[in-house]
């Protein structure tokens, strides 16, 4: 990109950061519910790091978790977190000290009864979180703002196990808490205006950038992460090798492609070795303990360093997975590589703005900078798919549609703009 491109990101992302503060119906004065004591639910990886915002601006925070050891880890997860900052210069260790100091642990969800925000942080489960939710309904004060931080489930449900829907907002932060900037704040149906509006104001007061997102599988982020990786596990299938794939990403300027990623994170989350039948890639791998970096082979192999290379063991799997599925494989070159991860998402980005889930399209590209490195030369999806043309994204998907099937159809609005020689920054 070149480099006046470059400078036409920034600027645009400059006003996008600012504009996505303004909710159309919801007047900047609108009063917000006092918030001064936050209970979390969970003092896992996600619990602890929300943990840390709060208490980072001073505010007193209590921790809830079921059994004593896990509440001690996540506590000793936080505080070491807090030294290591404080042995790098970033404060002293007085107030690495006070920091700590402002965290409660809890076993009982009783402890939040007089917290004015609580968020739930525990794992995405919809019984368990119907469960918290109609507890805290019990336990906690009028008035008190119920959130989850769910990545993907729906909070109109979750919020239908309580007497008090119009309390319920989702503050979905991204991992990890305490580093990332983006929270998605999600309105569920009969969330209130205030309460909305407290969940931004809360956002910004723990210096994050908060973006209104409508309730829907995945919301914004993720929702638009999926398309891209099943175009990635299509790509690897079709002839494209996992390191191919990540290497076009990275030179795009992503920090790291999807199947490093999946190594990192562990191939085996999610995954159950006792239903495990070998259906996907990822199921023969794990049964092969080829579960990533902790294991010392995934998708790659890794030296001592656990610095990824190419495995041949992985691309013979892969050519014998793609034949007992009968896709043949062939040479695919970066430009198709790269086209066929981003411009899903554009296009699912264009269903998202037609359905209402996201206010702007300029939000949409926050969401993606800050909740998954977007690279910021590049402005977001959406600001990209002006910079590369509608008319060329379209003609694109069309004939992937030909290729892979209807999951590339393109959007409505996506055609529409296209054929009205507008772009996403027009609406």
């Known amino acids: 990109m070149t480099a006046t491109k470059a400078l036409d990101a920034e600027a645009y992302l400059a006003n996008a950061e600012q504009d996505c503060w303004m909710i159309p119906d919801i007047p900047a004065d609108t009063p917000t519910r006092p918030v001064a004591k936050v209970g979390i639910i969970g003092a896992g990886t996600m619990g602890g790091g ?142 209130a205006k205030d309460v909305v509006a407290t969940a931004m104001e809360v956002a910004r007061k723990i210096g994050k950038i908060g973006v209104v997102v409508g309730v829907g599988p995945g919301f914004v982020g993720n929702r638009m992460l999926f398309p891209r990786q099943d175009q990635a596990n299509l790509l690897i299938l079709e002839g494209a090798m996992p390191w191919d794939v990540d290497r076009v990403l990275r030179e795009f300027g992503f920090r790291m492609g999807p199947f490093a990623m999946s190594d990192l994170s562990g191939l085996d989350i999610g995954w159950n070795a006792a239903k495990s039948k070998g259906e996907t890639l990822r199921d023969v791998l794990c049964e092969m303990d080829r579960r990533g970096q902790k294991t010392g082979a995934g998708y790659y192999d890794y030296d001592a360093e656990r610095n990824p290379l190419p495995s041949p063991t992985v691309e013979k799997i892969i050519a014998e997975f793609a034949a007992r599925k009968g896709l043949p494989q062939r040479k695919i070159d970066d430009a198709e590589i790269l086209a066929r991860l981003v411009y899903p998402m554009i296009n699912e980005g264009a269903r998202i703005l037609e359905e209402g889930k996201a206010i702007r399209a300029s939000d949409i590209d926050v969401v993606w900078v800050h909740g998954f490195r977007w690279p910021t030369d590049k402005g977001g999806p959406m600001f990209y798919a002006d910079q590369v043309g509608l008319p060329a994204v379209v003609e694109a998907l069309k004939r992937f549609e030909a290729q892979v099937g209807p999951a590339m159809k393109p959007a409505p609005l996506l055609e529409r703009l296209a054929a009205q020689g507008k772009g996403f920054g027009d609406l």
């Open 50 to 191: 929300i943990a840390m915002n709060f208490a980072n601006v001073g505010m007193a925070v209590t921790i809830v978790e079921t059994k004593a050891e896990a509440l001690d880890r996540g506590l000793a997860v936080v505080r070491r977190n807090y030294e290591n900052s404080a042995k790098r210069g970033r404060f002293s260790m007085e107030e690495a000290e006070a920091r700590i100091g402002r965290l409660t642990g809890a076993l009982s969800l009783e402890a939040l009864a007089d917290c004015d925000l609580i968020i739930e942080a525990v794992y995405e489960d919809m019984g368990l979180k119907k469960q918290i939710f109609a507890d805290l309904d019990r336990i906690t004060k009028p008035g008190a703002i119920l959130a989850s931080n769910t990545s993907y489930l729906n909070v109109d449900e979750i919020a239908s196990a309580t007497s008090r829907p119009q309390d319920v907002v989702g503050m979905h932060f991204f991992s990890p808490a305490n580093v990332m900037l983006l929270c998605e704040v999600v309105r569920g149906e009969k969330t």
